[in-house]
C-alpha cells in the first residue's frame, strides 16, 4: 500500500516535471520565433525543398499584390484625370522590435478606423476618400504567412521592396504603406528610390531617429532603419522631427549621416521653419514617415515607446498641411493596438494621419 502510495506519488511529480519542461520549451520557440523551427526541420528536410517551397508562397503572395494594384490601377485610370493616387500598402510586421510586437496587428485596425461611421469621409482640405482617385487599397504583404515558411528578413525585406514597386508600376498610383513597426521604413524607401531611379527628401517624424547601426545586433532593427536608408544613399535631406528620445550614438550617428535634427527641446522655435517647410525640389520628390509616437502619449497612447513632451496632433497637420513638394510615398508606422484605449482612441489618431496624408498625395 505504501509502495503505491509513492509510486502515484513520484508519477505526479514526473507529470509537474514534464509540464515545466514542455513549458519552458514551448516558450523558447515562442521568443525565438520561426526560424528555430527552420532549423529544426532542416536536419530532416532537404534545404532544396524547403527552397522550392518558398519560392512558391512568395511568388503567389506577390501575384496578390501584383493583379490587386493592376485592377486599382486600371479602375483608377477609367475614371481619368488623376496624376497622382495613394494606394494602402499593409506590412503587418512586428518582429523587429527592440520591446513589444504588436504593431503587426495595427493594418486591419487602421482600416476599420479610416472608414468608421463616427465620421464622415471628407479630409479637411474637403477631398472624398471614397473617390477611388483619392483613396485606394492593394491590401497586406502576407508577413506572417511568409515568415511561418521559414524565410529569413534579408529575403522577407526584398518581398516588402518588391511589394512597392509592383504598386508604382501602377500609374498613377503610389504606396502609402501601413505598419508594422518602423523596420519596414526601410524597404519601403529602398523600393521608391531604386524604382524613380534617384534620392528623395525624407521627412520623418518621430520621438526616435532610428539611427542605430545595428541595435540589439539586427541591422533590420526597427531602430536602425534611418542607418540603412542612408547607408544606400536613398535619401537627400532627411528632416527628423519630434525627437526627444536620442543617445550619444542617435547623435554621433545623425552627424555622420547629415541628418537634420528639429528636436521637441526647440520646437517652440523650429516651429516656424517647421510649418513653411518645401521639400524634393530638384530631385524625385518627397517621402514621408510618420511613427505615430511623434505625437505626445496624450494624443496618442497606443504606441510600443510612451515618450512625453511630443508634438499635437495639429502641429503634425500644420507641418504636413503646409509642406511644398511632390509626395511620392509615405509610411504610418509603430502604432501598437495592443496598447489602444478600449474605445481605439489611437486607430483613429493614425487613421487620420493616413486620410490627410491621402489628401496630400492624390492630385
Ligand atoms: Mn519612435
Not at 178 to 207: M, N, Q, T, Y
Not at 250 to 255: D, N, S
Not at 328 to 356: C, H, I, S, W, Y
Amino acid at each position: 500500500m505504501n509502495i503505491l502510495l509513492v509510486l502515484i506519488l513520484l508519477a505526479s511529480k514526473l507529470k509537474i516535471l514534464i509540464v515545466m519542461l514542455f513549458n519552458t520549451e514551448m516558450s523558447n520557440v515562442g521568443r525565438r520565433g520561426i526560424h528555430l523551427l527552420r532549423r529544426l526541420n532542416a536536419a530532416n528536410v532537404s534545404t532544396a525543398l524547403l527552397e522550392k517551397g518558398q519560392d512558391r508562397v512568395i511568388e503567389a503572395s506577390l501575384t496578390l499584390i501584383r493583379e490587386r494594384a493592376k485592377l486599382k490601377g486600371e479602375l483608377v485610370r477609367a475614371l481619368g484625370g488623376a496624376v497622382a493616387c495613394p494606394s494602402l500598402l499593409g506590412v503587418p510586421l512586428g518582429h523587429n522590435s527592440s520591446f513589444l510586437q504588436g504593431p503587426a496587428f495595427a493594418p486591419p485596425r487602421i482600416r476599420e478606423a479610416i472608414w468608421c461611421g463616427s465620421t464622415n469621409s471628407t479630409t479637411e482640405e474637403g477631398k472624398q476618400l471614397q473617390d477611388p482617385r483619392v483613396l485606394t487599397d492593394v491590401g497586406d504583404v502576407p508577413i506572417q504567412e511568409i515568415r511561418d515558411c521559414g524565410v529569413d528578413d534579408d529575403r522577407l525585406m526584398k518581398v516588402i521592396s518588391e511589394s512597392v514597386k509592383l504598386v508604382m508600376e501602377e500609374d498613377p498610383l503610389r504606396p502609402l504603406v501601413l505598419g508594422g513597426d518602423h523596420s519596414i521604413s526601410f524597404p519601403v524607401v529602398r523600393a521608391v528610390s531604386e524604382k524613380l531611379g534617384g534620392p528623395v527628401d525624407i521627412l520623418h517624424l518621430d520621438a526616435h531617429p532610428d539611427n542605430y547601426h545595428a541595435f540589439e545586433g539586427n541591422k533590420y532593427s526597427h531602430a536602425s532603419s534611418f542607418a540603412r536608408i542612408m547607408e544606400g544613399g536613398y535619401a537627400r535631406r532627411l528632416l527628423q522631427v519630434g525627437i526627444r528620445s536620442i543617445t550619444t550614438e542617435g547623435r554621433e550617428q545623425a552627424k555622420k549621416f547629415g541628418a537634420e535634427l528639429y528636436e521637441m527641446r526647440t520646437f517652440s522655435r523650429d516651429r516656424q521653419l517647421l510649418e513653411n517647410l518645401k521639400l524634393g525640389e530638384g530631385i524625385k520628390g518627397v517621402y514621408i514617415s510618420i511613427d505615430v509616437d511623434c505625437l505626445d502619449p496624450a494624443f496618442a497612447p497606443g504606441v510600443s515607446h510612451i515618450e512625453p513632451g511630443g508634438l499635437s496632433f495639429r502641429d503634425v497637420l500644420n507641418i504636413l498641411h503646409n509642406l511644398q513638394g511632390d509626395v511620392v510615398a509615405a509610411d504610418v508606422v509603430e502604432f501598437n493596438p495592443q496598447r489602444d484605449t478600449v474605445d481605439g482612441m489611437t486607430a483613429m489618431v493614425a487613421a487620420k494621419l493616413v486620410r490627410e496624408l491621402s489628401a496630400k498625395i492624390a492630385k
